[in-house]
């Protein structure tokens, strides 16, 4: 709630961005040009993990298709034959070969483990070793790049070897998914892993892990990524593939073009609405909220003086919000509290504030002495002025304090008319600001009869040099008598402009020359020095 007692508020994150509107925005940017252009690349990436996923499940499909199969053939061996090289026995064993179709040869093992006949070939003329190292499998074990004897020569072959049996597996029978859909495949697990198939060139190969890998993993010395598909349940087996980031972002490089601009104008778009929106945070329209505080409220006086003595008669409120270090002047936040509907919660904020502060600390004046407050034009409400200054007034119990309301001319209209004969009739002292700078009617200024009629300080700039503006201040003076009000200058600056002035007549004056608007600490103090001049 603005103008309420609460703590200051904290330096919001926002009024911190506020600060640096064009490299957050540039920062932002960046940050969502970057984020675009790296999910098109992941997007991408992921594309053909998938195509290669796709692959690698045909060959581990297949191969499942393969071992079903000779699984068949060596559990029915096992069951219902004998290893005997019989040609009855043959045949039959023959006939089981047409029932399978990845299944070759069948080859027939002695107690010493040693291929002595076999379905091609029939009795061997020598037996030989069954083979050495081999891969242990669900279905048996494996010997890769087995020697099968056929009737037309020796073919190597994978050979599956459980009991006193052999199946040699067709040749090739899982080569051209391998060749289609992976760049390397294992078989086996641990110590016993052995590279199947190498596809790709040597020096990528090497790089297919032969332990157990992630099932992505990224090698990013060669700008590879790793994707492997362990199957455990074919003895196991790994199907792996790399793709070459390089030659990723080549073969999608139209893509990436449109993306990577895409990116750019989002990343744009982006910066611009930010640093807008940053410099919003930054400016009054938003400011104002945290500003209208009455931690953040100063108020500064400036003394008036009788130019014919020298005596200090009063003084002017002059408002002012602080913003941590600096301080913010009337000119630069008044427009906002407006457009905000902040302006009487700012008045009587400030005449509050004000005369808490003079109640308080002012020696009590011999006399009378005016406290001049300024109230923006339509908040010059009669009942509601008049209700919030007594209770103020009361509570300081202060008779030498003579308030004195200033309107300014600009906004003199009929309007306020009747509030201000009546504020008037109340006893409070009108003063007719920033006199010459509006088109009051004379009439409507008689009707009123201010107390003061206040010179612009425009004019009072322009005397030295004799401009037909200052030329206007005698009229000035001349109406002012014309309705028994008394003249105050503001904007006295220098000891030359002060006499003139005195000398035209002017009771009444403020200005640097005399003192600028300063806080009640230094108003007391000049205040003090003052009467002992004097
Ligand atoms: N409704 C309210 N309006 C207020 C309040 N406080 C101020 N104001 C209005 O803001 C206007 C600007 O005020 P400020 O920036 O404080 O300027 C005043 C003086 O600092 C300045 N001044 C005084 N003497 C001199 C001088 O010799 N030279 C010079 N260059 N400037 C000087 O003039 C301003 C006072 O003018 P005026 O009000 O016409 O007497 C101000 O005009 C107020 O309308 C508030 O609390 N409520």
Same mark, same amino acid.
Not at 59 to 81: A, F, G, P
Not at 139 to 150: A, D, E, K, M, T
Not at 233 to 255: D, H, K, M, R, T
Not at 478 to 494: F, L, M, R, Y
């Given at each position: 709630?603005?103008?309420?007692?609460?703590?200051?508020?904290?330096?919001?994150?926002?009024?911190?961005?506020?600060?640096?509107?064009?490299?957050?925005?540039?920062? /932002?940017?960046?940050?969502?040009?970057?984020?675009?252009?790296?999910?098109? &690349?992941?997007?991408?990436?992921?594309?053909?993990?998938?195509?290669?996923?796709?692959?690698?499940?045909?060959?581990?499909?297949?191969?499942?298709?393969?071992?079903?199969?000779?699984?068949?053939?060596?559990?029915?061996?096992?069951?219902?034959?004998?290893?005997?090289?019989?040609?009855?026995?043959?045949?039959? &064993?023959?006939?089981?070969?047409?029932?399978?179709?990845?299944?070759?040869?069948? $080859? &027939?093992?002695?107690?010493?483990?040693?291929?002595?006949?076999?379905?091609?070939?029939?009795?061997?003329?020598?037996?030989?070793?069954?083979?050495?190292?081999?891969?242990?499998?669900?279905?048996?074990?494996?010997?890769?790049?087995?020697?099968?004897?056929?009737?037309?020569?020796?073919?190597? %072959?994978?050979?599956?070897?459980?009991?006193?049996?052999?199946?040699?597996?067709?040749?090739?029978?899982?080569?051209? !998914?391998?060749?289609?859909?992976?760049?390397?495949?294992?078989?086996?697990? $641990?110590?016993?892993?052995?590279?199947?198939?190498?596809?790709?060139?040597?020096?990528?190969?090497?790089?297919?892990?032969?332990?157990?890998?992630?099932?992505?993993?990224? +090698?990013?010395?060669?700008?590879?990524?790793?994707?492997?598909?362990?199957?455990?349940?074919? %003895?196991?087996?790994?199907?792996?593939?790399?793709?070459?980031?390089?030659?990723?972002?080549?073969?999608?490089?139209?893509?990436?073009?449109?993306?990577?601009?895409?990116?750019?104008?989002?990343?744009?778009?982006?910066?611009?609405?930010?640093?807008?929106? /940053?410099?919003?945070?930054?400016?009054?329209?938003?400011?104002?909220?945290?500003? /209208?505080?009455?931690?953040?409220?100063?108020?500064?006086?400036?003394?008036?003086?009788?130019?014919? =003595?020298?005596?200090?008669?009063? /003084?002017?409120?002059?408002?002012?919000?602080?913003?941590?270090?600096?301080?913010?002047?009337?000119?630069?936040?008044?427009?906002?509290?407006?457009?905000?509907?902040?302006?009487?919660?700012?008045?009587?904020?400030?005449?509050?504030?004000?005369?808490?502060?003079?109640?308080?600390?002012?020696?009590?004046?011999?006399?009378?002495?005016?406290?001049?407050?300024?109230?923006?034009?339509?908040?010059?409400?009669?009942?509601?002025?008049?209700?919030?200054?007594?209770?103020?007034?009361?509570?300081?119990?202060?008779?030498?304090?003579?308030?004195?309301?200033?309107?300014?001319?600009?906004?003199?209209?009929?309007?306020?008319?009747?509030?201000?004969?009546?504020?008037?009739?109340? $006893?409070?002292?009108?003063?007719? +600001?920033?006199? $010459? =700078?509006?088109?009051?009617?004379?009439?409507? !200024?008689?009707?009123?009869?201010?107390?003061?009629?206040?010179? +612009?300080?425009?004019?009072?700039?322009?005397?030295?040099?004799?401009?037909?503006?200052?030329?206007?201040?005698?009229?000035?003076?001349?109406?002012?008598?014309?309705?028994?009000?008394?003249?105050?200058?503001?904007?006295?600056?220098?000891?030359?402009?002060?006499?003139?002035?005195?000398?035209?007549?002017?009771?009444?004056?403020?200005?640097?020359?005399?003192?600028?608007?300063?806080?009640?600490?230094?108003?007391?103090?000049? &205040?003090?020095?003052?009467?002992?001049?004097?």
């Amino acid at each position: 709630m603005p103008f309420s007692s609460t703590p200051e508020h904290p330096v919001s994150l926002t009024r911190l961005l506020g600060r640096h509107p064009t490299l957050v925005g540039a920062l /932002c940017g960046f940050a969502l040009a970057l984020a675009l252009a790296a999910a098109v &690349l992941l997007l991408v990436l992921q594309l053909r993990v998938q195509e290669i996923e796709a692959g690698h499940a045909q060959i581990v499909h297949t191969m499942q298709v393969v071992q079903t199969d000779i699984r068949e053939v060596l559990d029915e061996l096992n069951q219902s034959y004998k290893p005997e090289c019989s040609p009855e026995n043959l045949n039959q &064993l023959r006939s089981l070969l047409f029932s399978h179709r990845y299944a070759r040869d069948i $080859g &027939l093992l002695d107690p010493q483990r040693q291929l002595f006949c076999n379905t091609s070939i029939g009795l061997l003329a020598a037996p030989r070793p069954a083979g050495t190292g081999g891969i242990d499998g669900s279905i048996g074990r494996y010997y890769r790049g087995s020697l099968l004897q056929l009737s037309q020569g020796a073919v190597a %072959s994978t050979v599956v070897e459980r009991g006193l049996f052999q199946v040699a597996i067709q040749p090739n029978a899982t080569r051209d !998914v391998w060749t289609q859909h992976a760049d390397s495949v294992w078989a086996g697990a $641990g110590n016993q892993r052995t590279q199947v198939f190498k596809g790709k060139p040597e020096a990528l190969t090497q790089a297919m892990v032969a332990a157990d890998t992630p099932h992505l993993q990224l +090698d990013w010395g060669r700008g590879l990524v790793l994707v492997t598909t362990t199957e455990p349940g074919v %003895s196991p087996i790994s199907a792996q593939s790399a793709i070459g980031v390089w030659a990723l972002l080549q073969a999608n490089l139209a893509l990436l073009v449109v993306a990577g601009c895409v990116s750019l104008l989002l990343g744009f778009l982006t910066s611009d609405a930010v640093r807008r929106r /940053c410099r919003h945070y930054q400016s009054m329209e938003y400011r104002i909220h945290d500003l /209208c505080n009455a931690a953040n409220l100063e108020c500064h006086y400036q003394p008036i003086l009788e130019l014919a =003595t020298g005596r200090i008669v009063g /003084c002017e409120v002059l408002a002012r919000l602080r913003d941590r270090a600096t301080l913010v002047y009337p000119d630069q936040f008044i427009p906002a509290l407006m457009r905000q509907k902040l302006a009487w919660t700012f008045d009587a904020a400030v005449s509050a504030h004000a005369l808490r502060e003079l109640g308080a600390h002012l020696p009590v004046q011999p006399g009378s002495f005016k406290v001049a407050l300024n109230f923006f034009p339509h908040n010059l409400q009669r009942d509601v002025i008049h209700n919030h200054l007594q209770t103020q007034l009361e509570a300081l119990r202060r008779s030498d304090l003579q308030i004195e309301l200033e309107v300014t001319e600009y906004n003199f209209s009929p309007e306020i008319v009747p509030h201000l004969q009546r504020l008037k009739a109340d $006893g409070y002292l009108i003063a007719l +600001d920033d006199f $010459g =700078t509006g088109y009051s009617n004379l009439g409507m !200024v008689k009707k009123v009869a201010p107390d003061f009629i206040k010179i +612009d300080k425009s004019f009072v700039f322009e005397m030295e040099d004799v401009t037909l503006r200052s030329s206007l201040i005698p009229e000035i003076i001349g109406i002012a008598k014309a309705v028994h009000s008394q003249v105050i200058a503001e904007g006295i600056e220098t000891a030359a402009q002060a006499a003139q002035l005195r000398a035209l007549g002017v009771e009444y004056g403020q200005g640097y020359f005399f003192a600028r608007p300063m806080p009640l600490t230094q108003f007391l103090a000049y &205040l003090q020095s003052h009467r002992n001049v004097l």
